[in-house]
Nanobody, 127 residues
Framework: QVELVESGGGAVQAGGSLRLSCAASGDTSSIWYMAWFRQAPGKEREGVAIISVRARDRNTYYGDSVKGRFTISQDDAGNTLYLLMNSLKAEDTAMYYC??????????????????WGRGAQVTVSS
């Protein structure tokens, strides 16, 4: 079992920055990928940023809408996941979820392939 708890959400003006954190506990050694997804009202859950935690260089992947603005990272112990969000836009407003997959996934952007989820952190960007 893996538990994920997000923190750091809030309200910010367009152009500002926020950093989300996700504390992982439990059987963290079983994790292959950790990710940030987001879901806005009426929209599907979208893969924002993913990190392959077992790769030597910890490969990262980003959704097209956030490339160059968001950065995913993990602490050396592998227990905390971060998402640094810069140049925020109104369209970034959503509930952001931390997720973990304990197996190899074919498409890191597919939410259904992740088997552990946090409760989410709201990010609101005002224009």
């Amino acid at each position: 079992q893996v538990e994920l708890v997000e923190s750091g959400g809030g309200a910010v003006q367009a152009g500002g920055s926020l950093r989300l954190s996700c504390a992982a506990s439990g059987d963290t050694s079983s994790i292959w990928y950790m990710a940030w997804f987001r879901q806005a009202p009426g929209k599907e859950r979208e893969g924002v940023a993913i990190i392959s935690v077992r790769a030597r260089d910890r490969n990262t992947y980003y959704g097209d809408s956030v490339k160059g603005r968001f950065t995913i990272s993990q602490d050396d112990a592998g227990n905390t996941l971060y998402l640094l969000m810069n140049s925020l836009k109104a369209e970034d407003t959503a509930m952001y979820y931390c997720a973990a997959a304990t197996d190899v996934v074919r498409n890191v952007y597919v939410a259904s392939l992740y088997n552990y989820w946090g409760r989410g952190a709201q990010v609101t960007v005002s224009s």
